[in-house]
T-cell receptor, first 116, second 115 residues
């Protein structure tokens, strides 16, 4: 089982460029999440999707958009990248709706993004 | 709104000694609490979760967590630390009342075990 797969693993952008981070899970989970990890800040929730067809803002949504393309895929888009978006981005999924609210998150290996 | 705090950026423990990594939370409804571990240059791995009614829950790699409702805490513990336990640990909370799908993480605690 691949679990949660994120692409790309690394990316360097110039300020103002756009890009989409891809995430796919093969565990038939309903809920998917995007977090960013910065030193000293822990993981901060950007957006999440409780189920296919729904998306909601998290703690730090500004500058990002998301698309829940289908049950498997949840993409994160930076329309105009800024240096403040330099971070490591993690996608995660959970079977919370079906498995109960104490179902854990399953994480991808992350995308390291640098914006110059 | 839910929140979670890890008051210690770093915890240093000698190998063989007990360890505690602290976590406090705030939720409107019933808490769903989790601990995750991150080894260098890796993603996050699930360690354990709170089970309603159990004040002491056991998880992977010999870790356990103590739930205290009155102190709104969910501290991670291990009776005897190993050097291989050195990693970054995150506490996370899901609120059963508002937007139950939303999961918030603490800022993380770096655990360093010296030989």
């Amino acid at each position: 089982n691949a679990g949660v797969t994120q692409t790309p693993k690394f990316q360097v952008l110039k300020t103002g460029q756009s890009m989409t981070l891809q995430c796919a899970q093969d565990m038939n989970h309903n809920s998917m999440y995007w977090y960013r990890q910065d030193p000293g800040m822990g993981l901060r929730l950007i957006y999440y999707s409780a189920s296919e067809g729904t998306t909601d803002k998290g703690e730090v949504p500004n500058g990002y958009n998301v698309s829940r393309l289908n049950k498997r895929e949840f993409s994160l888009r930076l329309e105009s990248a800024a240096p403040s978006q330099t971070s490591v981005y993690f996608c995660a999924s959970s079977e919370a709706l079906a498995g109960g609210w104490n179902s854990p998150l399953h994480f991808g290996n992350g995308t390291r993004l640098t914006v110059t | 709104a839910q929140s979670v705090a890890q008051p210690e950026d770093q915890v240093n423990v000698a190998e063989g000694n007990p360890l505690t990594v602290k976590c406090t939370y705030s939720v409107s409804g019933n808490p769903y609490l989790f601990w995750y571990v991150q080894y260098p240059n890796r993603g996050l791995q699930f360690l354990l979760k709170y089970i309603t009614g159990d004040n002491l829950v056991k998880g992977s790699y010999g870790f356990e967590a103590e739930f205290n409702k009155s102190q709104t805490s969910f501290h991670l513990k291990k009776p005897s630390a190993l050097v291989s336990d050195s990693a970054l640990y995150f506490c996370a909370v899901r609120d059963s009342w508002s937007s139950a799908s939303k999961i918030i993480f603490g800022s993380g605690t770096r655990l360093s075990i010296r030989p």
